[in-house]
């Protein structure tokens, strides 16, 4: 079984939609939780960055972090046609890399 | 430089053949990761490097793969001998301390044939 357990989709929701993509993991060791966001042909970039449980805000996205369920989600408000991409979680003990899910990939339509 | 630049962007080579790809990190991040990428899967960890520390080459699939980091700036991934299987996006990232963030290359599609 996979350390990081990602919601495989595809997504495909219309535009304005408020968007759910989900983790869970198995590893109590994970104190860091990311969110990348990638394009096809391109590297990922950072989204969201938490550290331990709780809730982060930026703009139309939302992280929540629940350490004791070991889950994780992010929400993306009035969803846009240029949030197509694909979505993955990491995580990280601190000891520098990162265990990634396989990724979500979200079309919005117009 | 302003980010994280992988060469080539591309590779195509035979089977049997040894490859060098290379990554040039943000200058005066200290971390450097690889990461490999196959289709339509997540990020597979490598080599990591952290200053002058021993780097942690836990995720190295087998012993065709090798990496360095010279002058704890530019590094290069070097794959001997190989396989159909090493075909893949292969991702470089920095960090300028241990929890900030990764700023990731574009990447080396590697194909192998």
């Known amino acids: 079984q996979k350390e990081v357990e990602q919601d495989p989709g595809p997504l495909s929701v219309p535009e304005g939609a408020i968007v759910s993509l989900n983790c869970t993991y198995s590893?109590?060791?994970?104190?860091?939780f990311m969110w990348y966001r990638q394009y096809s042909r391109k590297g990922p970039e950072l989204l969201m960055y938490t550290y331990s449980s709780g809730n982060k805000e930026d703009g139309r996205f939302t992280a929540q972090v629940d350490k004791s369920s070991k889950y994780i989600s992010l929400f993306i408000r009035d969803s846009q046609p240029s949030d197509s991409a694909t979505y993955l979680c990491a995580m990280s003990g601190g000891a520098g890399k990162s265990t990634f899910g396989d990724g979500t990939t979200l079309t919005v339509k117009p | 430089g302003a980010g994280v630049s992988q060469s080539p962007s591309n590779k195509v080579t035979e089977k049997g053949k040894d490859v060098e790809l290379r990554c040039d990190p943000i200058?005066?991040?200290?971390?450097l990761y690889w990461y490999r990428q196959s289709l339509g899967q997540g990020l597979e960890f490598l080599i990591y490097f952290q200053g002058n520390s021993a780097p942690d080459k836990s995720g190295l699939p087998s012993d065709r793969f090798s990496a360095e980091r010279t002058g704890g700036s530019v590094s290069t991934l070097t794959i001997q001998r190989t396989q159909q299987e090493d075909s893949a996006v292969y991702l470089c990232?920095?960090?300028?301390?241990?929890?900030?963030?990764?700023?990731f290359g574009q990447g080396t599609r590697l194909t192998v044939v």
């Open positions: 590893n109590s060791a994970f104190q860091y």
């Open positions: 200058s005066g991040h200290t971390a």
């Open positions: 990232a920095s960090s300028n301390q241990l929890y900030s963030e990764a700023f």
